[in-house]
Nanobody, 127 residues
Framework: VQLQASGGGLVQPGKSLTLSCTAS????????TGWFRQAPGKKRRGISC????????YYADSMRGRVTISTDYSKNTLYLQMNSLRPEDTAIYYC?????????????????????WGQGTQVTVSS
């Protein structure tokens, strides 16, 4: 199983960025999928989760209203559209999938629902 995250980089505050995560060795449509981030000195936390069972999406308060999670199962790829980025959004962003369900569990933001993780892509928001 390999999850290849890309799209990170240096961006100015207020700008947008779209992250991609392409999977191989696993079919995203068979699992819930999510995005997480880890800022320096902080724990990894969930940003968003989407259920392959019915398309239900969940967003953490930290980025709610500024991000949109989406999937293209024909490309076996997960996306995260991020808008109005702030310096505090600087972090390594990870995609995740796998686990026991097609839907996002109550504890999805902890990451416990997922057992396959990408290598992460760095997002730096700075002027």
């Amino acid at each position: 199983v390999q999850l290849q995250a890309s799209g990170g980089g240096l961006v100015q505050p207020g700008k947008s960025l779209t992250l991609s995560c392409t999977a191989s060795g696993i079919t995203l449509e068979s699992y819930a999928t999510g995005w997480f981030r880890q800022a320096p000195g902080k724990k990894r936390r969930g940003i968003s989760c989407t259920s392959s069972r019915d398309g239900t999406t969940y967003y953490a308060d930290s980025m709610r209203g500024r991000v949109t999670i989406s999937t293209d199962y024909s490309k076996n790829t997960l996306y995260l559209q991020m808008n109005s980025l702030r310096p505090e959004d600087t972090a390594i962003y990870y995609c995740a999938t796998g686990g026991p369900r097609k839907y996002c569990g109550k504890e999805w933001a902890t990451g416990s629902d997922f057992d396959s993780w990408g290598q992460g892509t760095q997002v730096t928001v700075s002027s």
